[in-house]
């Protein structure tokens, strides 16, 4: 339990409901408002891989210093959901509020004396206000939101203008949604002691800040990034990549007067389809792309090969979920690290992006098509559940009008036209990568792409020399393309230190509160975020000179440790693992209790 | 096959197409398969019918995946761009091909191996999206690069030259492409030349996905007397039930046909298909009954050839998708990217 005085703007509300039964969209409402009364705050959807009936959770924490990683604590339970009632009640942190529906009588033994139980008759009212089944349903949602407004004193007029926005295509909807909120609000002003010490106070926190999730700012990536063709097979938790390309396509790509697509977008029939297109696609010159989950990448595989060693640009955006297998879709980890890395059989090596938040999704997707294209090779873009599906604060977009993509070494009709003689797979410049040529631009451009052994005047070849020699040249460029991937961020602690922390993706907010808190304790850690793979000169830098390094990661076997001690010259004993692959959110706590405890035991500190 | 290089000697007797170039200009490297291989007599009648369709070369785009057939994109039209892909997977790249530059004539060839089994999901789905593209299968009921096992084309009953007997029924990809919503289905045989160039240069004009099923045995593993798949086999049991010709958009149609003998397409490129009927009772422009009669001489163990089902009237992956004339990847960037002004109506929806 945290102090009492320490709960204005910092708390946990989480909202315990059953999928189908329209929370999203009231939960959703929930955090706007606080959003928009100027304090940070974050969203997370903890839902099962269910359409309806199942059980399903919202956690919303304000945090008015900004941490917005899963904090690990519930301070208000909002528990609509008798089916887990018991296990939310239990889950509830010493101190904190119950809200219940009070329509029914409730089991004895469900109940606790450190918390405080707010009863509320919400069906009762709702049968009483409303005559329409539907309505009644989804309106107790509204009503405990019109609660919660009492009882942390939500600003009403920031709900009011929500709802508006919400039902400005229904607007028939506006008025019970507003009664609904009003009945909750007087309620709750009528029986309990309003406001809460668990409140909120307007800060100045979020202005030029947007709420967006992680795949909804990949697939606008897509479209700034100017890809036209995108072919992928449904999913979780990708799906709504697509999605968002798809809407903002809709938005900025078609022709108003003839409904003209500058755009393509093909669901295929599995994933390796999915791949093949993307493949065909940027053989042809567009920029093409794939969003998948694990499973997905598994089955790209052999394609993925192909890109590899024919050295065809493709961009895949992995929103990792639990595995192995099928795993738990629903749920986050960061499982797919090395499966990505070397994703194929045979000598094989991927490019990797680890964004670790929504606005780095938005920026990563653009740079892998650059990334992709100019290394001519498959680019991965690993996110995670987390960071994909769930609501953060995040910068305004705003757009460098001067950017133009970087669509690498690419002969034009003229060049051709001018050339002595083109060869697909001739590196002149000592830099790994040869010239390509598109289909249908110049007679001279021709050339046959085969995934069998080639030399590098692109013939077929069984001689050993000649196989080696490509083999060997694809890893000039992956040296090329260590100076190409994005930098590591580095966060130095306030003092010089020997111990170190790396870390990646979704795991990046958590780290950096745990930081802040460690330093509260006289411990001080230098991390460094890796944004890439290839590793980086600043990677073997930093490992260089830290004696001891952490390494937080989602997935039980090691993953980016693993990559590390592959890749650079960390030795085992220097990295120490720090996992957490439960399939929740990393929570701060996590990474500052296994510091601690790792330092007790008489590590260096 | 031969380890001599092929000289590329253009004599001055060869006769030019509208484009000016030879059909030496639309031959590809020297062949890698076996002598007699009835892959080389389809790459010869691809090469012709490019030539006389006066494709430049390099406006098409060869696709293909993993087997003797596939390996066959190797030997015609060096002046295209290739794509030799994985196996069963010809169909997805060149569906992506496809999506990219919708101006290319896409050329698939693929196997009974590669399209029947590994990849008749592909197939299938290739199909039902009327991908515009011509779709060569080299049927040989035989898994060639692997030595001789039965492929799922095999007929039920046929022997493999080591002896074992095919217990399984065949997959037909001509009545399987009809049910799927095919709009151009197609079968020819390797050893008739006359027939297969008209049916591929059809193909090729054909806007939307074109099937060219051809019957093209395997010399090594294949060719025995117990084989359905043989050449004699195949030619004992040709049955040609509707013959194509193929007339050139500015060309007029010379030849003369009786009433009711003839039924005349005609092709998005402007040209037209004149379909004789060989069997009075067929009807190529039905679905139902072009499958019933394709299904009822098959299951005599007649092989049923020529263009067996066409429907030009269905819109193809482009149509369906309202994509922009201009061919996406050569689209400005400047008109892709919505720029700040869009990124402002992006912000207001997330705020």
């Given at each position: 339990m945290q102090d009492k005085e320490n709960r204005l703007n910092n708390f946990v509300i989480r909202l315990a409901n059953v999928n189908g039964t329209g929370s999203a969209s009231a939960n959703n409402l929930l955090m706007k408002s606080i959003f928009r009364m100027g304090i940070p705050v974050t969203g997370k959807n903890y839902f099962p891989s269910n359409i309806q009936g199942l059980p399903t959770w919202y956690e919303i924490r304000v945090s008015g210093d900004g941490y917005l990683a899963r904090a690990g604590r519930t301070d208000i339970m909002v528990a609509m959901n008798a089916q887990t009632y018991g296990q939310d009640l239990k889950q509830l942190d010493s101190g904190g509020y119950l809200i219940y529906d009070s329509s029914w009588p409730r089991e004895k033994q469900f109940t606790r004396e450190d918390i405080t139980v707010l009863g509320v008759p919400l069906a009762k009212m709702c049968n009483e206000a409303f005559s329409n089944p539907r309505a009644r349903i989804l309106m107790k949602n509204m009503v405990y939101v019109g609660v919660l407004s009492?009882?942390?004193?939500?600003?009403?007029?920031?709900?009011?203008?929500?709802?508006?926005?919400?039902?400005?295509?229904?607007?028939?909807?506006?008025?019970?949604?507003?009664?609904?909120?009003?009945?909750?609000?007087?309620?709750?002003?009528?029986?309990?002691?309003?406001?809460?010490?668990?409140?909120?106070?307007?800060?100045?926190?979020?202005?030029?800040?947007?709420?967006?999730?992680?795949?909804?700012?990949?697939?606008?990536?897509?479209?700034?990034?100017?890809?036209?063709?995108?072919?992928?097979?449904?999913?979780?938790?990708?799906?709504?990549?697509?999605?968002?390309?798809?809407?903002?396509?809709?938005?900025?790509?078609?022709?108003p007067e003839n409904g003209e697509r500058d755009y393509c977008i093909i669901q295929a029939e599995d994933e390796l389809a999915a791949i093949g297109m993307v493949l065909g696609a940027s053989w042809n010159g567009a920029r093409a792309f794939t969003s998948t989950s694990g499973p997905g990448v598994s089955l790209m595989g052999e394609f993925l090969g192909l890109g590899y060693f024919a050295e065809i640009p493709a961009v895949l955006i992995d929103v990792q979920r639990v595995g192995p297998s099928t795993g738990m879709p629903t749920r986050t980890q960061q499982s797919d690290i090395m499966p990505a890395a070397f994703a194929s059989h045979g000598d094989t090596k991927h490019v990797v992006l680890?964004?670790?938040?929504?606005?780095?999704?938005?920026?990563?997707?653009?740079?892998?098509?650059?990334?992709?294209?100019?290394?001519?090779?498959?680019?991965?873009?690993?996110?995670?559940?987390?960071?994909?599906?769930?609501?953060?604060?995040?910068?305004?977009?705003?757009?460098?009008?001067?950017?133009?993509?970087?669509?690498?070494?690419?002969?034009?009709?003229?060049?051709?036209?001018?050339?002595?003689?083109?060869?697909?797979?001739?590196?002149?410049?000592?830099?790994?990568?040869?010239?390509?040529?598109?289909?249908?631009?110049?007679?001279?451009?021709?050339?046959?792409?085969?995934?069998?052994?080639?030399?590098?005047?692109?013939?077929?070849?069984?001689?050993?020399?000649?196989?080696?020699?490509?083999?060997?040249?694809?890893?000039?460029?992956?040296?090329?393309?260590?100076t190409l991937v994005p930098k590591p961020v580095l966060t130095?602690?306030?003092?010089?230190?020997?111990?170190?922390?790396?870390?990646?993706?979704?795991?990046?907010?958590?780290?950096?509160?745990?930081?802040?808190r460690l330093a509260a304790q006289n411990i001080f850690i230098d991390y460094l975020r890796v944004k890439a793979f290839p590793f980086t000169q600043e990677v073997e830098e930093f490992i260089e000179s830290h004696d001891q390094i952490y390494v937080v990661e989602q997935n039980r076997d090691a993953q980016l440790k693993s990559l590390l001690t592959l890749e650079t010259k960390a030795t085992k004993d220097q990295l120490i693992s720090i996992l957490d692959y439960a399939g929740m959110p990393l929570a701060a706590r996590v990474v500052v209790s296994a510091i601690d405890e790792h330092l007790a035991k008489g590590a260096v500190a | 096959?031969?380890?001599?290089?092929?000289?590329?000697?253009?004599?001055?007797?060869?006769?030019?197409?509208?484009?000016?170039?030879?059909?030496?200009?639309?031959?590809?490297?020297?062949?890698?398969?076996?002598?007699?291989?009835?892959?080389?007599?389809?790459?010869?009648?691809?090469?012709?019918?490019?030539?006389?369709?006066?494709?430049?070369?390099?406006?098409?785009?060869?696709?293909?995946?993993?087997?003797?057939?596939?390996?066959?994109?190797?030997?015609?039209?060096?002046?295209?761009?290739?794509?030799?892909?994985?196996?069963?997977?010809?169909?997805?790249?060149?569906?992506?091909?496809?999506?990219?530059?919708?101006?290319?004539?896409?050329?698939?060839?693929?196997?009974?191996?590669?399209?029947?089994?590994?990849?008749?999901?592909?197939?299938?789905?290739?199909?039902?999206?009327n991908l515009d593209m011509c779709y060569v299968i080299e049927n040989n009921g035989v898994y060639g690069l692997?030595?001789?096992?039965?492929?799922?084309?095999?007929?039920?009953?046929?022997?493999?030259?080591?002896?074992?007997?095919?217990?399984?029924?065949?997959?037909?990809?001509?009545?399987?492409?009809?049910?799927?919503?095919?709009?151009?289905?197609?079968?020819?045989?390797?050893?008739?030349?006359?027939?297969?160039?008209?049916?591929?240069?059809?193909?090729?004009?054909?806007?939307?996905?074109?099937?060219?099923?051809?019957?093209?045995?395997?010399?090594?593993?294949?060719?025995?007397?117990?084989?359905?798949?043989?050449?004699?086999?195949?030619?004992?049991?040709?049955?040609?039930?509707?013959h194509v010709d193929y007339v050139e958009p500015r060309e007029e149609i010379k030849q003369k046909y009786k009433a009711g003998e003839a039924v005349k397409v005609d092709m998005h490129d402007g040209g037209s298909v004149v379909l004789r009927k060989v069997s009075k009772d067929y009807d190529p422009t039905d679905r139902v009954s072009a499958l019933q009669y394709v299904n009822t001489r098959s299951s005599k163990g007649e092989i049923v050839t020529g263009l067996l089902f066409i429907d030009e009237d269905e819109p193809d992956l482009?149509?369906?998708?309202?994509?922009?004339?201009?061919?996406?990847?050569?689209?400005?960037?400047?008109?892709?990217?919505?720029?700040?002004?869009?990124?402002?109506?992006?912000?207001?929806?997330y705020r």
């Open positions: 009492a009882l942390l004193e939500i600003d009403e007029k920031v709900i009011h203008s929500l709802i508006e926005e919400m039902f400005a295509k229904k607007e028939k909807l506006i008025p019970a949604n507003k009664q609904a909120i009003a009945m909750g609000k007087e309620y709750a002003l009528e029986h309990f002691n309003c406001p809460l010490d668990t409140k909120l106070k307007a800060l100045d926190k979020t202005k030029n800040h947007i709420l967006i999730d992680g795949n909804t700012a990949s697939g606008l990536g897509c479209v700034y990034a100017g890809a036209t063709v995108a072919a992928w097979y449904p999913i979780t938790p990708s799906t709504t990549v697509m999605d968002s390309f798809k809407s903002f396509c809709k938005q900025f790509r078609e022709n680890f964004p670790a938040n929504p606005k780095e999704c938005f920026e990563m997707a653009i740079n892998s098509f650059d990334l992709a294209e100019r290394l001519q090779t498959p680019v991965i873009v690993l996110q995670d559940l987390d960071i994909g599906m769930n609501d953060w604060m995040v910068e305004e977009f705003h757009w460098d009008g001067a950017y133009k993509p970087d669509r690498g070494k690419v002969l034009s009709e003229k060049e051709l036209e001018e050339a002595a003689a083109f060869y697909r797979y001739l590196d002149v410049d000592g830099d790994g990568i040869a010239a390509r040529s598109y289909p249908g631009v110049h007679k001279k451009g021709a050339y046959f792409l085969r995934g069998s052994g080639h030399n590098k005047f692109g013939g077929y070849t069984e001689n050993s020399d000649e196989y080696q020699e490509v083999l060997d040249r694809l890893l000039v460029k992956w040296e090329t393309a260590k130095k602690a306030k003092k010089k230190t020997k111990i170190g922390l790396i870390s990646s993706g979704g795991c990046d907010y958590a780290v950096l509160e745990a930081m802040d | 096959m031969s380890y001599i290089a092929k000289p590329k000697i253009i004599h001055g007797g060869l006769s030019r197409n509208e484009l000016g170039l030879t059909i030496r200009d639309y031959e590809g490297g020297l062949s890698t398969l076996c002598a007699g291989c009835g892959h080389d007599s389809v790459t010869a009648a691809l090469v012709q019918a490019f030539f006389e369709l006066n494709v430049p070369p390099h406006m098409a785009a060869k696709i293909s995946g993993i087997g003797c057939s596939s390996k066959t994109t190797a030997y015609f039209l060096s002046g295209s761009h290739g794509f030799n892909s994985v196996h069963g997977r010809m169909p997805s790249v060149a569906t992506g091909a496809h999506a990219a530059h919708g101006g290319l004539s896409v050329i698939g060839i693929s196997g009974d191996g590669d399209s029947l089994s590994i990849g008749l999901g592909q197939f299938g789905h290739a199909v039902r999206r692997t030595k001789g096992q039965f492929s799922a084309s095999a007929d039920k009953g046929s022997k493999l030259k080591k002896g074992d007997i095919n217990e399984l029924p065949p997959l037909d990809p001509v009545q399987m492409a009809i049910v799927q919503g095919g709009t151009f289905v197609a079968r020819g045989f390797s050893g008739d030349k006359e027939q297969l160039v008209p049916l591929l240069k059809a193909a090729i004009a054909h806007k939307g996905f074109a099937l060219v099923d051809v019957i093209s045995p395997c010399v090594t593993f294949n060719d025995h007397t117990e084989s359905t798949k043989s050449y004699a086999h195949t030619r004992e049991y040709y049955h040609q039930a509707v482009h149509t369906i998708n309202r994509t922009s004339k201009v061919p996406l990847r050569d689209l400005p960037y400047e008109r892709l990217c919505p720029g700040q002004k869009g990124m402002d109506k992006v912000n207001a929806r």
